[in-house]
């Protein structure tokens, strides 16, 4: 059984800062592109960042280029999203995701264990 749950998540001041981490529990996750995507009321899930195993290659949406960081810890399992300069625009439910043998990690149907999801809140 495959379990990622998220954590960090919370009210936040446009301009703040929060930090969103997703950990991994069951089976290995060798090779495993991991990703967080997002969703807001009346929306469709969208991407926000994704990475690859080796660390080496990381995907941004454009807008949350350049405020946004994804991290992973392999050994941990675990991995996070550095979110700074946050805008209201920003607020919805985040979510983690992983899976092996994803060509393009910005489309959530690729992706067949997600976390449960963390609501993020952002006030103007």
């Known amino acids: 059984q495959v379990q990622l749950v998220e954590s960090g998540g919370g009210l936040v001041q446009a301009g703040g800062s929060l930090r969103l981490s997703c950990a991994a529990s069951?089976?290995?996750?060798?090779?495993?592109?991991m990703g967080w995507f997002r969703q807001a009321p009346g929306k469709e899930r969208e991407f926000v960042a994704a990475?690859?195993?080796?660390?080496?290659?990381?995907y941004y949406a454009d807008s949350v280029k350049g405020r946004f960081t994804i991290s992973r810890d392999n050994a941990k399992k675990t991995w996070n999203l550095q979110m700074n300069s946050l805008k209201p625009e920003d607020t919805a439910v985040y979510y983690c995701?992983?899976?092996?043998?994803?060509?393009?990690?910005?489309?959530?149907?690729?992706?067949?264990?997600w976390g449960q999801g963390t609501q993020v809140t952002v006030s103007s």
């Open positions: 995701a992983a899976d092996r043998g994803i060509i393009v990690p910005t489309l959530p149907q690729r992706y067949s264990y």
């Open positions: 069951g089976r290995t996750f060798g090779s495993s592109t």
């Open positions: 990475i690859r195993w080796s660390g080496d290659s990381t």
